[in-house]
């Protein structure tokens, strides 16, 4: 039996699964490639704490304390390898020089984006960047309560859905959280991992390899430009046709339409986000390499935030200045978003990036252009 009457309002986060005592609920993919909750009901024993761990409604924390900065790593290096300026990992070294745990999203040799836990700070560094797919999260939340047992420090990152998850199947097992740290990510809406796998698919086929690295974002076209690469067969390409279906929002999860969390009441001590216009605000600051905005939410958030203030490059901003479209309001889903997927049904990946992906002639040209004028250079 589906625990999901209606897709809008299941994030996927897992934590009915997790919590359910008689392991009767199990996360299966729907035909678009996202997460939902199935119990098997002769496992069931109705004690109903699949719906009171569920955390997918919006908060109202008050806002008095919250404080607002812009930030940037001051190693160019780490900043490279992360999406906007680095914040999270400054966060997480703090966390790993003192022998603590972070969780965070890896995408692995198989292109399959997941969580991971990290002790080591070669491990924090393949949690940096964005993947701009839903991540699975199945079997973390227990790894994250077995360290907060064992008296270790932690930081959880992820989605604001992601973060609320965890807090509910922490509280429903009354685990003591006074050493974990949140941080939640301002978000656009996740796309299917099926589209993503596709299109790797696609690609491997197209070039007769494998991929050995795929980065959603490459910051060495700069920080204000959306192009993925990937490696394959030692040759980095470049392209925007993931980037391109991404921003369609045709392929984001039903429920981010509805996401309970799109405004400034935050499930996480601290949220980051890409710190978009700071421009106008702050000439100078952003030299197109990232810089995060950083909303500091609560008083945990506050002693972490000034552990390592001195590290990295700030200035207090005011909300305004702070502000991203997805801290108002949540994306909107197209009304076309139906026929998206009957296409695809039909015709598969490549009908839905010819018909929705901008995938012509003249775009193919100009990337194979690129790539062969990067290779000329040698980047
Ligand atoms: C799906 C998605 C949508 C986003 N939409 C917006 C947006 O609308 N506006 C905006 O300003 N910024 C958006 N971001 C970017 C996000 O705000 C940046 O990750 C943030 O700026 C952090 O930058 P950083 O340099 O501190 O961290 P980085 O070093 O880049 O670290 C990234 C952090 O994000 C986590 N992460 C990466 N991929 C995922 C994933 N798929 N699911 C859960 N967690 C993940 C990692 O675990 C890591 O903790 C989005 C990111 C994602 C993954």
Redesign the pocket.
């Known amino acids: 039996m589906k625990l999901v009457k209606d897709k809008e309002k299941c994030c996927g986060c897992s934590a009915c699964a997790e919590r359910c005592p008689a392991k009767a609920i199990t996360m299966t993919v729907d035909e678009e490639g996202f997460y939902y909750p199935v119990i098997n009901e002769d496992n069931c024993t109705d004690c109903g704490l699949c719906l009171k761990v569920c955390r997918n409604t919006p908060l109202d924390n008050g806002l008095q304390n919250q404080k607002y900065y812009a930030v940037k790593?001051r190693s160019v290096a780490d900043?490279m390898?992360?999406?906007?300026?680095?914040?999270?990992?400054e966060l997480?070294k703090q966390i790993i020089n003192d022998n603590g745990a972070v969780?965070?999203?890896?995408m692995e040799v198989d292109c399959h984006?997941r969580?991971k836990r990290a002790a080591t700070l070669e491990e924090v560094k393949l949690?940096?960047?964005?993947?701009?797919?839903?991540?699975d999260i199945l079997g973390i939340y227990p790894y994250v309560e077995n360290d907060l047992k064992d008296g270790l420090r932690v930081i959880f990152?992820?989605?604001a859905c992601?973060v609320a998850g965890l807090y509910g199947y922490l509280s429903l097992k009354k685990v003591d959280q006074s050493r974990l740290v949140t941080?939640d990510?301002?978000?656009?809406?996740?796309?299917s991992r099926k589209v993503l796998e596709d299109y790797i698919r696609f690609a491997e086929k197209k070039y007769k390899g494998r991929i050995e690295a795929f980065n959603f974002r490459d910051k060495s076209f700069g920080w204000n430009t959306h192009v993925e690469t990937y490696i394959i067969n030692g040759k980095k390409r470049a392209r925007k046709n993931y980037t391109n279906l991404f921003y369609t929002n045709l392929c984001l999860r039903p429920s981010c339409g509805n996401c309970a969390f799109a405004s400034y009441q935050r499930p996480a001590d601290i949220t980051?986000?890409?710190?978009?216009g700071l421009n106008e605000k702050l000439e100078g600051f952003d030299d197109n390499k990232?810089v995060?905005?950083v909303i500091v939410n609560t008083q945990k958030g506050t002693n972490a935030f000034d552990a390592i203030k001195d590290c990295v490059d700030i200035h207090e901003v005011d909300k305004e200045t702070c502000s991203?479209?997805?801290l108002h309001k949540p994306?909107k889903i197209p009304a076309n978003r139906a026929e998206f997927w009957k296409v695809y049904k039909e015709k598969g990946f490549m009908g839905v990036m010819k018909a929705y992906g901008r995938y012509d002639l003249l775009r193919r040209i100009k990337w194979h252009l690129i790539d062969f004028r990067k290779i000329k250079n040698n980047r």
């Open positions: 790593s900043r390898r992360s999406r906007s300026g680095g914040f999270f990992f997480a969780y965070g999203v890896v984006v969580y949690m940096q960047g964005s993947k701009y797919v839903e991540s990152s992820g989605t992601q941080i990510i301002v978000c656009h809406g996740v796309p980051i986000a890409d710190f978009w990232g995060s905005a991203q479209p997805n994306t």
